[in-house]
């Protein structure tokens, strides 16, 4: 009976000890932007407190000490995100726990649960974003704790820290392939439970209230909205209005949702059908996840692939809030519709009161010029041409009649202002309204051929419904300040400077600067490229794929062919590892020959030692078998000569003739 | 059986499975002088540090799913596959292996013996490995390419001839500590223990002895029984050297005592009867090294055999083993 066990040496040692702080560094990095700062200072502190401890300048803390941090931490951490449960205060409390988790960091076991916790913290992070460069940095940071790991394992002490790094990164490239081969063929499917905890941030510049003069400073972001490719010609810029919300609803303050508008945004309207002559624009939206159901498209938009729909308000929606990277395809086709009595109340009414001075105006204006065109065109003049001021950075508007004191007073704000204002004085004129929140504009990547629109494009203009055209769009904003529509919001507010002022760090601040301009191109196509055919590997473009190349597939058969490439490639991968020992088994073919002639005479009951000499086996062969005395001699003199010669093997001919010899030999008791 | 603190991890399967796989493994890997390792000789299980790595990539899956997230996705897919290349790996490491028991010192009853192994890793890669019998003796071993390394490996005697510790554990968990790669291996590894010597001996001498003059002290006084100078003979105990002649002269010389009239050098394993015959080896093994230690020459008789007279290490060493063997001495 011999020992089956194996027990191994629980002690940790320093270089383990190093790397894991290595790879906390690493992995708690990937969440700075997205957990309280003081809990990034507290990592560090914690690596402090353990390294002077491991140095043996301080006693290591006892549990009352260690407990008592736990406690204080959490509560802190509690009333710091005002106890809210979302998945960003989830990761956080895990980045804490796995600080804390480093103080009791003394045996193996502490250690190899902490590098699992890195690795799901790491994966975590792309809960956030999904783009190339989190990406490769993720990647990149789980290389670094399996070399924690193989430090935890104690498998680099002869190794330098160069090699281990190439062996790691080394079999990370091994592992691609199958990552590969899982990725594509491992079915897809939709959420086997709703997940409790759902995302705080709101990642939009838009918002389903609209309440101009709020802020003294637009809130701006260089973060990506969406990228349109489009199929066919392009609009112009101009005319690139991505609608999102209508606003219906005016409180005295600001512009909301009605109910009727929500259940409206609920509906879905038929998707299109054959291709028809008024259609204008065909193409695809690729969308950054945001949180809220909303989808982006020009005027007439039909969802014709994907997942949202469209509202019978054109409008694109989804079922559920979007948080991962989405895509679908809309073609445009203008359609007549109607809108009932009942939505023509709703879009004209306004509180009891409001904004006497601006109503009284909108009416005087309106028995002046009875017809609803002109009288448009003649408010969209009083913009253009008195001295009203586009500025990200307008006065607050303090006053009970926030319209009256714009516009008449302050006049100076951005497309809210103008908005509401517009909206509501067509309401007050008598001629139906609402307004509409999306974005404007957007920017080209001529390299990709795709459009991107980022948060900073948000918009808001009006549509006005006119009897014998339908609900017309209005962009008061276009009258104030033509730039905003013709070339963006950094034209725009060139001369103010107030583009992404709060946001220094946002390349696309810099990008009036040609290098910057041709380095945020150049990365915004290869980011869009890793979103287009990585990220939005979804269960649609499986199952054409799978479609494609194995013709119509259910989950069976779909498992069945995952299950199938997998071992192609596992066995690919493991022949590759045996090829060195066969190589090595087949060796040359003059030792195979004398191998297999041993492995005979075992067989026929000689024990033979693989240590023992020719010359000895000889011997005891020949005992064993005295008749064939003579064809041992010869065949085991040849052995001798060809064995151990320099040019080890001996040529095919004489192997030859020694088989032959072989096939002589009756070993016969 | 061993003093190490057990641990409960690994594969510690007992009673009749155990048994089978022992027999099962008896009969895969006959005993060998030199072994090289194979598919036939490696076992690779995943340990349980393996199977918790599996947990979280299914656990890092699930998330992926619920969230709808591909990347996510993608990492519970990249977890697999490098638990599936750290198998390969694990076998690669071990593969090519070649272990051969090169010797073993001979010690004495309840002290740690030396096994001297040879281990050589193959020409395409470096390898660490651990080898032993019990936990508490486990080497570890990191080999370069093409290296040959020596593997001293302790195991505590328990009992006096020779000791054949048996099939011996070639593991390693290298690269992450998720996959072991194992091999169990009989190399005929064999030490010769010698007797433990007795702690308090009560020495006898030769029956002639015995009858004639009081206990034992006749040879000391024989031994201070100066008689003279003689030119000293290479391999004549040290402390026999005239060293106040060597430092007038420069020459060694060797002090000549007078013979006793009878045979005090002979340590006899007859002159022991009646006692039982472990205390009895182990007072012989304690009666020669105390002679070897003082320098006298001595010779040892055992039933059908005898040694000596002589000193010296290689004399020591013959009649050492002679106890150790006995009966299967001559």
Redesign the interface.
């Known amino acids: 009976?011999?020992?089956?066990?194996?027990?191994?040496s629980?002690a940790l040692d320093t270089r383990a000890l190093v790397w894991m702080v290595f790879s906390l560094a690493a992995a708690a990095g990937a969440h700075w932007n997205h957990v309280p700062v003081w809990l990034l200072g507290f990592a560090c502190v914690s690596v402090f407190w353990r390294t002077r401890v491991y140095q043996g300048k301080w006693p290591a803390p006892s549990t009352w000490v260690k407990g008592g941090v736990m406690v204080v931490t959490s509560v802190a951490y509690v009333f710091s995100t005002q106890a809210q449960f979302t998945v960003e205060t989830a990761v956080g409390f895990f980045v804490l726990a796995y600080a804390l988790k480093l103080l009791e960091l003394n045996q193996r076991r502490d250690a190899?649960l902490f590098s699992?916790m890195t690795?799901?913290l790491?994966?975590?992070g792309?809960?956030f974003t999904?783009s190339l460069f989190v990406?490769l940095y993720?990647?990149i940071a789980?290389g670094l704790s399996?070399v924690a790991?193989?430090a935890?394992?104690?498998?680099l002490?002869?190794?330098s820290i160069g090699a281990t790094f190439k062996?790691?990164y080394g079999?990370?490239a091994?592992?691609?392939p199958?990552?590969i081969v899982?990725?594509l063929f491992?079915p897809r499917?939709?959420?086997?439970?709703?997940?409790p905890l759902k995302s705080s941030t709101a990642f939009t510049g838009l918002d389903e209230t609209m309440s101009p003069g709020d802020v003294a400073n637009l809130a701006q972001s260089g973060e990506r909205a969406f990228r349109i490719v489009f199929n066919g010609p392009r609009p112009a810029y101009r005319d690139l209005y991505w609608r999102a919300l209508i606003l219906d609803r005016y409180d005295g303050t600001s512009w909301k949702r009605s109910f009727s508008q929500t259940n409206r945004d609920r509906q879905g309207a038929v998707r299109p059908g054959a291709r028809t002559q008024t259609e204008q624009w065909d193409y695809e939206v690729l969308l950054e996840p945001h949180n809220r159901e909303w989808g982006f498209a020009l005027d007439d938009a039909k969802v014709a692939r994907g997942a949202p729909f469209s509202t019978p308000d054109q409008l694109v929606r989804f079922m559920r809030d979007v948080?991962?990277?989405e895509w679908y395809r809309v073609i445009n086709q203008a359609e007549e519709y109607r809108e009932s009595a009942q939505s023509f109340a709703r879009f004209s009414s306004l509180p009891q009161g409001s904004n006497p001075r601006t109503a009284e105006w909108a009416k005087q204006l309106r028995e002046t010029t009875p017809d609803a065109g002109t009288f448009i065109k003649t408010v969209l003049t009083r913009f253009n041409q008195e001295p009203y001021a586009y500025t990200l950075s307008p006065p607050l508007l303090t006053s009970p009649n926030r319209i009256d004191e714009f516009f008449f007073d302050t006049r100076r704000g951005f497309c809210e202002h103008y908005a509401s204002t517009m909206a509501f004085i067509l309401r007050a004129a008598n001629i139906p309204s609402r307004v509409l929140a999306g974005y404007q504009g957007g920017e080209w990547n001529e390299q990709g051929g795709f459009l991107v629109v980022h948060q900073y494009d948000a918009h808001a203009w009006v549509e006005a419904w006119l009897p014998e055209r339908g609900w017309v769009r209005v962009d008061p904003t276009a009258a104030v300040a033509p730039q905003r529509v013709e070339s963006g919001i950094r034209d725009a507010v060139a001369e103010e400077g107030t583009f992404l002022q709060n946001t220094p760090l946002s390349l696309a601040r810099y990008n009036h600067i040609g290098v910057f301009a041709w380095a945020t191109n150049n990365l915004e196509y290869m980011n869009y490229m890793w979103q287009k055919w990585?990220?939005?590997?979804?269960q649609e473009k499986q199952s054409s794929f799978f479609k494609r190349w194995f013709g119509d597939s259910d989950m069976k058969t779909m498992l069945m062919i995952l299950a199938g490439v997998s071992m192609m490639v596992?066995l690919v991968?493991?022949l590759l590892?045996?090829k060195?020992?066969w190589r090595?088994?087949k060796g040359d073919p003059m030792v195979r020959l004398y191998r297999s002639l041993l492995n005979r005479m075992n067989k026929k009951g000689l024990l033979l030692?693989?240590?023992l000499t020719p010359g000895q086996a000889l011997a005891l062969a020949i005992k064993k078998w005295p008749r064939q005395r003579k064809l041992l001699r010869q065949i085991f003199s040849e052995f001798e000569q060809n064995l151990y010669a320099d040019d080890a093997g001996g040529s095919p001919d004489r192997v030859r003739r020694l088989k032959r010899d072989i096939k002589q030999l009756a070993l016969n008791p | 059986m061993t003093t190490g603190i057990r641990q409960k991890s690994g594969a510690r399967i007992g009673g009749q499975l155990g048994r089978r796989i022992d027999k099962w493994v008896e009969k895969r890997l006959p005993p060998v002088e030199e072994a090289t390792l194979s598919h036939r000789a490696i076992f690779v299980l995943p340990t349980r540090w393996g199977v918790g790595f599996l947990m979280l990539a299914g656990l890092i899956l699930l998330t992926g799913i619920n969230y709808q997230n591909s990347m996510i996705l993608a990492v519970g897919f990249f977890l697999i596959s490098i638990f599936v290349v750290n198998i390969l790996i694990a076998y690669r490491n071990m593969s090519g292996l070649v272990i051969r028991f090169h010797r073993a010192a001979s010690c004495f009853s309840d002290e740690l013996a030396g096994f001297e192994f040879l281990v050589s890793a193959s020409e395409h890669g470096a390898a660490t490995v651990q080898l032993g019998w019990t936990p508490d003796s486990y080497v570890t071993l990191d080999l370069d390419q093409n290296g040959q390394r020596r593997a001293v490996i302790e195991y505590r005697c328990r009992k006096r001839g020779w000791l054949t510790p048996g099939r011996m554990l070639i593991t390693s968990t290298y690269p992450m500590g998720l996959i072991r790669a194992w091999s169990w291996q009989d190399l005929n590894a064999k030490a010769l223990v010698y007797p433990r010597p007795a702690t308090q001996p009560q020495f006898k001498w030769s029956a002639s002895l015995a009858e004639g003059e009081g206990k034992g002290d006749s040879h000391i006084v024989g031994q201070e029984d100066f008689a003279g100078l003689r030119t000293y003979v290479p391999g004549e105990p040290l402390t026999r050297i005239a060293w106040k002649k060597y430092a007038q002269q420069g020459e060694l010389y060797s002090k000549e005592f007078s013979q006793p009239e009878l045979d005090p050098d002979w340590i006899d394993f007859d002159a022991y009867q009646g006692m039982e015959t472990e205390l009895r080896l182990s007072t012989l093994c304690a009666q020669i090294l105390e002679l070897e230690q003082k320098g006298t020459p001595y010779g040892l008789r055992m039933p059908g055999w005898a040694c000596g007279p002589g000193s010296g290490l290689e004399h020591r060493n013959k009649c050492l083993t002679a106890l150790a063997k006995y009966p299967d001495h001559v």
């Open positions: 009976m011999f020992k089956r066990s194996f027990d191994e629980p190899f699992f690795l799901f790491l994966c975590l792309f809960l999904q990406s993720i990647f789980m399996f790991l193989m935890v394992n104690q498998s002490k002869s190794r062996g790691v079999s990370m091994v592992a691609a199958l990552l899982m990725y491992f499917f939709g959420p086997l439970w709703a997940m948080k991962s990277p990585v990220v939005n590997y979804d596992f991968l493991s590892t045996l060195a020992e090595r088994n030692d693989a240590g």
